[in-house]
Nanobody
Framework: QVQLVESGGGLVQAGGSLRLSCKASGNTVSIKSMGWYRQAPGKQRELVAAITNRRSTNYADSVKGRFTISRDNAENTVYLQMNSLKPEDTAVYYC??????????WGQGTQVTVSS
C-alpha cells in the first residue's frame, strides 16, 4: 500500500500562485504515475495533471500554461505549481498514485480557494 499526504493549499487572490506538495510513503516502488485531481462543489472529480515515472506529463486543457507538475523521485514527492490562479480553480485538490497491480491510492485532499 501507498500513503499520500498533501500540503500547500490555502486562500489566494485571483492571479496569485500556490504550490501543492504530495509525499508518498509505504510501497512506493509500486507507483506507476502520480497526479493531481480536483473536485469543486457540485462537480465531478477531474484530472488536473499527471506525471509518469519517466516524467512524461499530461494536463487538463483548463490549466495548460498556468500549472506545472513535477516530481522528485528520490523524495517520493510530487508538486503542483499553480500560477495565474482563477476563481474557477477553487476546489479540493487530491493527490493520486496510480499503482502496479493495486487499486489507486488517494490523499485526504487540500482546499484551494481563489478569491476574485
Amino acid at each position: 500500500q501507498v500513503q499520500l499526504v498533501e500540503s500547500g493549499g490555502g486562500l489566494v487572490q485571483a492571479g496569485g500562485s500556490l504550490r501543492l506538495s504530495c509525499k508518498a510513503s509505504g510501497n512506493t516502488v509500486s507507483i506507476k504515475s502520480m497526479g493531481w485531481y480536483r473536485q469543486a462543489p457540485g462537480k465531478q472529480r477531474e484530472l488536473v495533471a499527471a506525471i509518469t515515472n519517466r516524467r512524461s506529463t499530461n494536463y487538463a486543457d483548463s490549466v495548460k500554461g498556468r500549472f506545472t507538475i513535477s516530481r522528485d523521485n528520490a523524495e517520493n514527492t510530487v508538486y503542483l505549481q499553480m500560477n495565474s490562479l482563477k476563481p474557477e480553480d477553487t476546489a479540493v485538490y487530491y493527490c493520486n498514485a496510480d499503482l502496479y497491480f493495486e487499486k489507486d491510492s488517494w490523499g485526504q485532499g487540500t482546499q484551494v480557494t481563489v478569491s476574485s
